[in-house]
Nanobody, 120 residues
């Protein structure tokens, strides 16, 4: 089992920045891809970014390219999402998720979510 705990959400004005953190514990050696997803009110959950845990290989949804950066700290078993130039349409609950080689492309483990609100 892998446990994920997100933090770092909050309220920010348009153009501002936030850094989300996702601390993993448990069987972290089994992790394959770590991802960030978001769900805005009344909308389906969407993929934002993912990172291959064992290497610096990243992927982003087009709408955040150039503004968001996913990174990791292996020693802390933590993945980050640096979000710059935030816009009101980025308002959502952001979730961290982890996959294993067996579950990929599905994600086995999910955090509880952290709210990001961007005011105009």
């Amino acid at each position: 089992q892998v446990q994920l705990v997100e933090s770092g959400g909050g309220l920010v004005q348009a153009g501002g920045s936030l850094r989300l953190s996702c601390a993993a514990s448990g069987r972290t050696f089994s992790m394959y891809f770590m991802g960030w997803f978001r769900q805005a009110p009344g909308k389906e959950r969407e993929f934002v970014a993912r990172l291959l845990w064992g290497a610096s290989i990243t992927y982003y949804v087009d709408s955040v390219k150039g503004r968001f950066t996913i990174s990791r700290d292996n020693a802390k078993s933590t993945v980050y999402l640096q979000m710059n130039n935030l816009q009101p349409e980025d308002t959502a609950v952001y979730y961290c998720a982890a996959s294993t080689p067996r579950s990929w492309p599905e994600y086995d483990y999910w955090g509880q979510g952290t709210q990001v609100t961007v005011s105009s």
